[in-house]
């Protein structure tokens, strides 16, 4: 089982505390959702752990590695995967294709075979192609496996991005805002989508999203964050019952 | 739209089985059989385009696959015609070696120029590529023990395996390196450089998320680029036997990408046909007195208007229809 902690992690942008010694961790295999109102440092937060940005103080490990002084590749090839808010997908390409993207790491052959056509590059690409669909199937999206991504509905292209993120072997996953654009029935699939590959997979979940309903049904856990402050973390039943969290979170909508 | 209907009409988009492949040989016969047929000035032209189209073919996965823009492969082509030149004529490295080891040691000089693209972008990176331009050709320019500077080079024909390669040899070598570079071409379009190139393109972070570091693959771009360019210019080296640094200015590079933009910015087909229109249609303006320049820069002007996506992209779109 893994482990991802976040111990007193601050990010100062100019004079604007946007993160103030931050710490909660959580394991492999479970759902944990970040919550709190726009401004809080949520996406900060996934930032800090994916390696977009330095925290100025603290620092992010998974297990005993150190993330936070590695590049976005890096961090991203030590098994963290971010789903971003908006899917940057290249829509000319195929589903198919954008999904060999993320195949990058795993295909191990270099630049002369790549020129060349060595065998050992069809090798790894057929590999890849296999693996490309399988996660199709899982994903729901075999029969749009061709179709180029400017073809293809909003919902659909989150999933496209989703799986990119999981064919990279991923232990952890940073999701921004899934839910975000997508109707009723999408966000159905998506959660049971979500509990079905922590389940299988036991990866570990991290996300962000707005909508409480969705949170609280699909979360173990959840961290409240407030002008940068973790304010509370622990059962979705504890923490939205919780004075502190309801006079700075839900007060705003109530 | 439904899925459904986006399907149908994806289905409707394919090409027929088989219509690539049979083009694709109808023109390398077409290509094989031009000596016969045409007379040496027309031959020099269709050999120039192949050359220009090397340089098509490499640009274009800088700038229509990692959205990378270059103004200094005109230098590129001039450092790689030189290194070519000097290694065959003056050090006597058999001229196939010498292309290799020109396109090599230039692979290195564009892996330089690239460590201003891992913090530039867009126009900063033009007028970066640019300022390097114009130092290479400096170099070249001063560097007289080794270039003979503003005297340029006069050169023999070269010798492959005992024979002296002239008009018709020189063609089928540059048919040879072109058919070759467009493989390869292919190959890293189609690879794991080629998709990591085009995420580089749409969004760094979302590259650096998957685990593809964007500087890495910039430098990567931006080396097979000089490569292709640097083998085109020592074809070329030998094609006009004499070369000057004035051959290898701004101008020339503005025109390489002129020719990737009209041909079709990330397509392989795009850069032969872009080169071609380059190449030929000027020469076939010929006859229309004092007004070549004019008529050329307005179809060049249509030529965006109208087609969007390049001339390869008319010719996909006609075919589809077909």
């Known amino acids: 089982m893994a482990r ?251 | 739209m439904s899925a459904a209907a986006d399907i149908e009409r994806a289905q409707r988009q394919a090409l027929p089985f088989g219509t690539g492949p049979i083009l694709l040989g109808v023109c390398v016969a077409a290509a094989c059989a031009a000596p016969f047929v045409l007379n040496g000035y027309g031959l020099y032209v269709l050999n120039l385009t192949g050359v220009f189209a090397l340089v098509a073919l490499g640009l274009n996965l800088l700038t229509g696959y990692a959205g990378q823009i270059s103004l200094c492969h005109a230098a590129f082509f001039g450092v790689g015609a030189y290194a070519t030149a000097i290694l065959t004529q003056t050090a006597g490295v058999p001229y196939l070696l010498s292309l290799l080891v020109g396109g090599l040691l230039t692979a290195c000089v564009g892996a330089v120029v690239a460590v201003p693209a891992m913090r530039l972008k867009s126009l900063y990176l033009a007028i970066a590529t640019l300022g390097f331009g114009v130092v290479l050709q400096k170099i070249i320019f001063e560097w007289r023990s080794l270039t003979n500077g503003g005297g340029g080079l006069a050169l023999s024909p070269p010798v492959i395996g005992g024979y002296e390669l002239r008009a018709t040899g020189l063609y089928y070598l540059t048919l040879a390196v072109v058919t070759l570079g467009v493989w390869g071409a292919w190959n890293v379009s189609r690879g794991r450089t080629g998709r990591a190139l085009l995420i580089i393109k749409e969004s760094e972070i979302a590259a650096g998320a998957l685990g593809i570091p964007a500087a890495r693959y910039k430098v990567i771009a931006f080396a097979i680029s000089a490569f292709y360019a640097a083998v085109a210019g020592g074809l070329f080296a030998y094609l006009v036997r004499y070369i000057h640094p004035e051959n290898f200015s701004v101008g020339l590079s503005i025109a390489f990408l002129s020719m990737v933009v009209i041909g079709g910015l990330g397509t392989i087909g795009g850069s032969i046909v872009g080169a071609a229109f380059y190449v030929i249609v000027p020469e076939l303006l010929r006859g229309i007195k004092d007004a070549p320049g004019l008529v050329f820069g307005l179809l060049l002007v249509i030529v965006m208007v109208l087609m969007p996506k390049g001339l390869w992209g008319l010719a996909r779109r006609i075919g589809r229809r077909a």
């Not at chain 1, 496209?160 to 952890?172: E, S």
């Not at chain 1, 989508?193 to 049904?217: A, K, T, W």
């Open chain 1, 4 to 254: 991802l902690s976040i111990e007193d992690v601050s990010v100062d942008f100019g004079g604007i505390h946007a993160l103030q010694d931050v710490t909660f961790e959580f394991e492999s295999g479970a759902i944990v959702g970040l919550i709190g109102p726009n401004g809080a440092g949520k996406s900060t937060l996934l930032n800090c752990v994916s390696g977009i940005t330095r925290p100025t103080q603290g620092r992010v490990r998974l297990d005993d590695k150190v993330l936070s002084a590695l590049p976005p590749a890096s961090v991203a090839g030590c098994g963290i995967g971010r789903v971003f808010q908006h899917p940057e997908l290249v829509v000319d390409l195929s589903v198919r294709e954008n999904l060999l993207i993320a195949c990058h790491r795993s295909l191990g052959y270099g630049l002369v075979s790549e020129l060349l056509k060595l065998p050992n590059m069809w090798r790894a690409e057929r590999d890849a192609a296999r693996r490309v669909d399988q996660m199709l199937d899982r994903l729901g999206l075999s029969d749009s496996a061709e179709l180029a991504i400017r073809n293809l509905p909003y919902g659909h292209r989150k999933l496209v991005d989703l799986g990119r993120a999981l064919l990279m072997d991923v232990r952890f996953l940073l999701l921004d805002e899934p839910i975000a654009g997508l109707n009723d029935a999408e966000v159905a699939k998506l959660r049971e989508l979500l509990l079905r590959l922590r389940d299988e997979l036991g990866i570990g979940i991290l996300v962000v999203e707005h909508n409480m309903p969705f949170v609280s049904r699909l979360c173990d856990r959840l961290v409240v964050l407030d002008l940068g402050r973790l304010i509370a973390n622990g059962l979705p039943a504890d923490v939205l019952r919780d004075p502190t969290v309801m006079a700075s979170y839900l007060g705003e909508d109530a």
